[in-house]
């Protein structure tokens, strides 16, 4: 409890990469936002290291993640306080395995399902693919809300049931990304995530 406590304290507060100052306000953040989700769209081969808080209304899970993401294949490695202590999702647009700490593998048409069967905890890694980036998922039309702020980047989201709230951006190279991330949907399932390192890869 001590350590899921501190884990939500640092979430709260602004522990992470140094803050990247901000520059002068765009003139037309509208404009600004339709140049920003071209390169965040071409941004296809990235590694990004963290931590995820996972709570639901009676449990919550404290996960280090790292994830690796080259074209349409990823490779996410979980791990954390549920029973199998280590989780590895790889996969591509044909399907996902899922591999636990006694090297078993499971396969599945798609990752949420399949960490939920597995471990218990219920993280949108689909959409998160593109909300991680600062994109609303195109795999829905139901984007109810969204919010940009006075540099053109997306800082609030609701699309799907799910509401999404970029924190913090950081630099990265020449591009912004986010670094800190609460999401929640209204069947109580909260999950924030906060970077501690980005990198692009070429």
Not at 67 to 78: E, F, L, M, T
Request: negative net charge; aromatic residues 10%.
């Amino acid at each position: 409890m001590k350590r899921l406590l501190g884990f939500c304290l640092l979430l709260a507060g602004c522990a992470g990469a140094p803050p990247t100052p901000e520059p002068e306000p765009v003139a037309s953040p509208e404009i600004t936002w339709q140049s920003r989700q071209l390169q965040l769209n071409a941004l296809q081969n990235w590694q990004l290291s963290g931590r995820v808080m996972v709570s639901n209304e009676e449990d919550a899970w404290q996960l280090n993640v790292i994830w690796q993401q080259h074209d349409d294949n990823y490779d996410i490695k979980i791990s954390g306080p549920f029973g199998m202590g280590k989780v590895r999702l790889q996969g591509s647009e044909d399907g996902v395995f899922l591999y636990d700490g006694d090297g078993h593998a499971y396969y599945a048409q798609e990752p949420d399902s399949l960490l939920l069967e597995h471990t218990g905890i219920f993280m949108p890694v689909t959409s998160l693919y593109y909300w991680i980036r600062g994109l609303p998922d195109p795999a829905t039309d139901d984007v109810q809300i969204s919010q940009l702020d006075a540099w053109g980047r997306l800082i609030h989201l609701r699309q799907d049931g799910w509401s999404i709230d970029m924190k913090r951006y950081v630099q990265v190279d020449t591009l912004q990304l986010p670094d800190k991330l609460f999401i929640r949907n209204d069947k109580g399932i909260e999950v924030r995530m906060l970077v501690e390192a980005w990198k692009i890869k070429n």
